[in-house]
């Protein structure tokens, strides 16, 4: 199947600054992205849907402002925690779909705010 | 969006037969079934996706009524490394967004 990474795949940051997840598909071209928050033993809790050049559709109760989709290129979607809390703190997946309805998740990237 | 009911939880033996059943009554006409397996601390990973009858691959298989209402993943010979969450998700009309439910959590017993 094909391949989305994510990068980082852990990162800490210290409450007040900003973290920026990069999301990739590598060997197709994504249409949409989704991303997605987990807690531990809970189930996927999407975000928001980002389409390549347009402004990204948030799901209620997420705040667009906090949580800033970029999604530049075909191939690239970044997700931006803006003045993370550690509230925040939790694990983030993106997806990528191609020209199938089949979705492709990334492997994570666990978020920690200290 | 079409929401889906799993049961929470189910446990098996190693070389059993597993069949998880998801029951998706608003299915729209449009929409695909699709199955995802996913471990802890990792990303979802694709298992099989069907829209009507049975679709077969090379880790499972995926029952489909004639109504699309209710799917069931079948996993042959289910072994330790099975154990996982199972998602049923239900889409790909419209926005193709997936509204993840409480998924199945399956335990193989040695």
């Known amino acids: 199947g094909a391949v989305v990474s994510q990068h980082p795949s852990r990162v800490i940051c210290k409450s007040g600054t900003s973290v920026k997840i990069e999301c990739r598909s590598l060997d197709f071209q994504a249409t949409t992205m989704f991303w997605y928050r987990q807690f531990p033993k809970k189930s996927l809790m999407l975000m928001a849907t980002?389409?390549?050049?347009?402004?990204?559709?948030?799901e209620q109760g997420v705040e667009k402002d906090k949580f800033l989709i970029n999604h530049a290129s075909l191939t690239l979607s970044t997700l931006t925690v803006t003045s993370a809390h550690p509230e925040d703190s939790s694990f983030y997946i993106c997806?990528?779909?191609?020209?199938?309805?089949?979705?492709?998740f990334g492997p994570g990237t666990r978020l920690t705010v200290t | 969006l079409a929401k889906t009911t799993q049961p929470i939880s189910m446990d098996s033996y190693e070389g059993q037969e597993v069949n998880i059943t998801c029951s998706h009554n608003?299915?729209?006409?449009?929409?695909?079934i699709t199955w995802y397996q996913q471990f802890p601390s990792q990303g979802p990973r694709f298992i099989i996706q069907?829209?009507?009858t049975k679709v077969t691959n090379e880790v499972a298989s995926l029952f489909i009524p004639a109504d699309r209402k209710s799917s069931t993943l079948s996993l042959p010979r289910v072994s330790l490394s099975d154990t996982a969450v199972y998602y049923c998700?239900?889409?790909?009309?419209?926005?193709?967004?997936?509204?993840f439910g409480t998924g199945t959590r399956l335990k193989v017993l040695a």
């Open positions: 998700l239900v889409g790909g009309s419209g926005t193709y967004k997936y509204i």
């Open positions: 069907g829209y009507k």
């Open positions: 997806s990528a779909r191609g020209v199938s309805y089949e979705q492709y």
């Open positions: 980002s389409n390549e050049g347009s402004k990204a559709t948030y």
């Open positions: 608003n299915i729209a006409t449009n929409d695909y």
